[in-house]
């Protein structure tokens, strides 16, 4: 017997031992994944609380922010369906690609992004995958949405959106904490802090990755130290510090398609700098 | 993969899909992860997954190498958040694992994981070096390169 066949049969073997389980019903399986894409709509409470964005270093009071969530049941679909057209939605005279819909809140139905591809080089060396993982959507004021919205993912105990904003002259396309803007504009990279802890963790956000992106790399010193499938055209990266990180998009073969910088810095309010700006602009 | 079983996978119902694939991807990630309870809940959180873009993810030229893929990402990071070593040597299989030949299996379960990776797919799946590559996300020559060291160390211990 050849070395090649005594590995084969050994692991025959090996796999013959392994305690035998019964795979979950296929219904669970299609309830837990109906349900990353519920979502709660949301009421409006009454607390307060205060935005800060790291970029501007100034505190933004942005209304009430706590919210009620009445979680839908998974099971049964929403009372008013808008279908996606084609899987494509377009904010801000902008196409997203989305996977479907999440709800409709009247005017402003709500969709999932879609998963940027997969990448087909190996990752091991890249640092943690940090997904952007699916939640209850929560709009704190379904009503300050303005057409079409794309749910990103949960980054702490917020939820995360790209909806367009009104603007003198036409609309621009912002990346929503919650029921705030906080970075409109038609590209670029940033870093901002999630409300309300008054430190880290801070978010590395990308809003509108290149075209063909497969994965966003976050490099510290030039080290790659996390990575992340963007969502809907966004990538937003829970920083482990203050400091200066490299955000780098790559496609499906590892190809860096775009490098930005981004800067976490304490805000004013904390006793720190100023923060500093970052590489790429925002009107 | 052959052309046939690929086309069989793209015209596939998810729960044909599943019932016929979740097993097929248990068995071996257990004997990888040396722990049937993480391999279990990586692959149901993979299949979740693959149930959420079944549209694209039948698509796939390898499905279950799609699905191998993700669950073996989900266990890492699993452990990683665990701030856990992968179980390698010095940790005990979670079942008793008898085989006819103690010694290969032992030197087989403490190779490094990305050796031990491409030899369970390449012996235990059948797959041919390209097929291992896609699932790993690694260029045919690593493989290769990897498979070829791996059977090496084996040799040696059976010699």
């Known amino acids: 017997m050849s070395i090649d066949e005594l590995i084969r049969a050994e692991l025959e073997v090996a796999v013959s031992t392994v305690p035998g389980v019964s795979p979950a019903p296929l ?33 933004l009071v942005v209304g009430r922010i706590g919210y009620t969530p009445e979680v839908a049941d998974p099971t049964v679909p929403p009372a008013t369906s808008i279908p996606a057209v084609d899987g494509e939605v377009v904010i801000a005279g902008e196409v997203f690609l989305v996977d479907e819909l999440v709800e409709a809140f009247a005017e402003s139905p709500m969709y999932y992004g879609a998963l940027a591809p997969a990448p087909l080089f190996d990752l091991t060396a890249f640092g943690i995958e940090l997904p952007l993982e699916f939640g209850q959507a929560k709009v704190a004021d379904p009503d300050v949405l303005n057409g079409p919205t794309i749910y990103v993912g949960e980054a702490g105990e917020w939820s995360v959106f790209v909806n367009q904003r009104p603007l003198e002259g036409g609309a621009a396309k912002c990346l929503w ?100 700006a970052p590489t790429t602009t925002l009107p | 993969m052959e052309p046939r079983e690929l086309v069989t996978v793209q015209s596939m119902d998810f729960g044909v899909f599943y019932r016929e694939a979740w097993e097929r991807v248990y068995r071996p990630l257990a004997v990888i992860l040396r722990d049937h309870d993480l391999a279990r809940e990586a692959v149901d959180e993979a299949m979740v997954r693959a149930f959420q873009r079944w549209p694209k993810v039948r698509t796939y030229d390898n499905t279950v190498g799609w699905v191998y893929r993700v669950a073996l990402n989900y266990a890492r990071n699993r452990l990683r958040r665990r701030w856990r070593e992968l179980p390698w040597g010095s940790v005990e299989p979670s079942w008793e694992m008898k085989t006819p030949h ?9 190779l490094p994981l990305r050796q031990r990776e491409v030899v369970v797919l390449r012996f235990l799946f059948d797959w041919s070096v390209r097929d291992v590559a896609a699932a790993l996300g690694i260029p045919d020559g690593t493989v290769k390169s990897r498979l070829h060291r791996a059977v090496t160390q084996l040799r040696e211990v059976m010699q």
């Open chain 1, 27 to 59: 219904g669970d399986v299609e309830r837990r994944g109906r349900r990353r894409r519920v979502v709660a709509r949301a009421a409006m409470a009454t607390a307060g609380v205060a935005v800060f964005t790291a970029v501007v270093g100034v505190t």
């Open chain 1, 177 to 276: 904490i919650g029921s705030t803007p906080q970075l409109c504009g038609d590209s670029g990279a940033f870093e901002l802090f999630i409300p309300p802890q008054a430190g880290p963790p801070s978010y590395a956000s990308w809003l509108g990755v290149p075209d063909g992106t497969s994965v966003v790399v976050l490099r510290s010193a030039g080290t790659a130290i996390a990575w992340q499938q963007p969502v809907g055209g966004v990538s937003l990266i829970e920083l482990p510090s203050f400091g200066v990180f490299e955000l780098a998009a790559l496609d499906e073969t590892g190809t860096e398609l775009a490098l930005v910088d981004v800067t976490a810095a304490p805000t004013v309010e904390q006793g720190g700098p100023v923060p500093g």
């Open chain 2, 102 to 110: 103690p010694e290969l299996m032992d030197a087989l379960l403490e």
